[in-house]
């Protein structure tokens, strides 16, 4: 089946600093790849997504890229604020289903 | 479109009580997924049905755990006996067949079996 890995666990950034999370994918017939924001005790919410046929997706201050050949997919976001503090996690699309990533914790720094 | 519903909100039972998780799809998806969130294990896929029928159950954990879709604007997850290893927070998305099936999140349902 699928798996889906990312790093890192942490990452505390100064605020208007770049934050990068990278997340890799084991299936090459993944598809499909969203980014999910958790901000504590609320829901996953969706953020940005990915198909296979492009290779990158940009929102204002968050991006998102993909090499299918490495299989591996990153989301960067630019210029933080505080209120980017939250858990981020990676999926990949594996069938009907998605295989979720274990999570960033991103702390912005004031 | 009020979105994905659950209920309660928070639940705090007694080990060995029955406890029943309700859920809400957003009208017109035909997916629906049941996770549980905890810090040790992240989010972990239960079961998940499309119109209605489970498709793949794997990841409930034991037979204490079971799961129904009567009709498609209505789920139910079932713990019996709970444990205090259920602890955990559940939440419930759906999603809609075609394209690329982005998944809505519910707003989960903390549960805290002591």
């Known amino acids: 089946g699928e798996n889906v890995e990312q790093h890192p666990s942490t990452l505390s950034v100064q605020e208007g600093d770049s934050a990068v999370i990278k997340c890799t994918y084991s299936?090459?017939?993944?598809?499909?790849f969203p980014w999910y924001k958790q901000e504590l005790g609320k829901r996953p919410q969706l953020i940005i997504d990915?198909?296979?046929?492009?290779g990158e997706k940009k929102d204002q201050r968050i991006a998102v890229t993909l090499n299918k050949t490495a299989k591996h997919f990153s989301l960067h976001i630019t210029e933080t604020q505080p209120e980017d503090s939250a858990v981020y996690f990676c999926?990949?699309?594996?069938?009907?289903?998605?295989?979720f990533g274990p999570g960033t914790r991103l702390s912005v720094l004031p | 479109d009020a979105g994905v519903i659950q209920s309660p909100r928070h639940e705090v039972t007694e080990m060995g009580q029955e406890v029943t998780l309700r859920c809400k799809p957003i009208?017109?998806?035909?997916?629906l997924f049941w996770y549980r969130q905890t810090m040790m294990r992240g989010l972990e896929l239960l079961i998940y049905?499309?119109?209605?029928?489970?498709?793949?159950d794997s990841g409930m954990p034991e037979d204490r755990f079971s799961a129904k879709m009567p009709n498609a604007s209505f789920s139910t997850l079932k713990i019996q006996p709970s444990e205090p290893r259920d602890s955990a927070v559940y939440f419930c998305?759906?999603?809609?067949?075609?394209?690329?099936?982005?998944?809505?999140f519910g707003p989960g349902t903390r549960l805290t079996v002591t």
């Open positions: 999926a990949a699309r594996w069938g009907q289903n998605f295989v």
């Open positions: 049905f499309n119109n209605n029928v489970p498709i793949d």
């Open positions: 009208s017109g998806h035909d997916y």
């Open positions: 990915i198909r296979s046929n492009v």
């Open positions: 998305a759906s999603s809609k067949s075609g394209g690329f099936m982005e998944q809505y």
């Open positions: 299936d090459s017939a993944s598809n499909y």
